[in-house]
């Protein structure tokens, strides 16, 4: 197991955990071609999941401004401005 310290938690992950191998296992399973799928991250850890993201031509949108999360299209400052987020983008679909 790998201990993960971050602000206020305390991941416990195996050793081999890698955000984007498991994002890219999960994207695999998704059969809906009019699915559309929008990853949401707040650390440095997420960056892997966002590279993945990216290269499949889906939504990587960091939150907060603690990490630069270099590869997300959007930064939004708070986990109010993600339900915000939500609600417009669900009303637009």
């Known amino acids: 197991m790998a201990n993960i310290a971050g602000d206020r938690f305390l991941e416990v992950a195996p050793?081999?955990?890698h955000k984007g191998q498991t994002v890219d296992w999960l994207l695999d399973q998704i059969r809906d071609p009019s699915a559309l799928?929008?990853?949401f991250g707040d650390d440095d850890k997420d960056e892997e999941a966002f590279v993945v993201i990216r290269r499949r031509e889906e939504i990587p949108i960091g939150v907060g401004t603690q990490f630069p999360l270099k590869s997300a299209l959007e930064r939004l400052t708070s986990s109010?401005?993600?339900?915000v987020w939500l609600r417009r983008f669900s009303a637009g679909r």
Request: charged share 20%; proline share 10%; hydrophobic share 50%.
């Open 15 to 17: 050793a081999a955990t």
């Open 37 to 39: 799928p929008v990853y």
């Open 80 to 83: 109010e401005a993600v339900r």
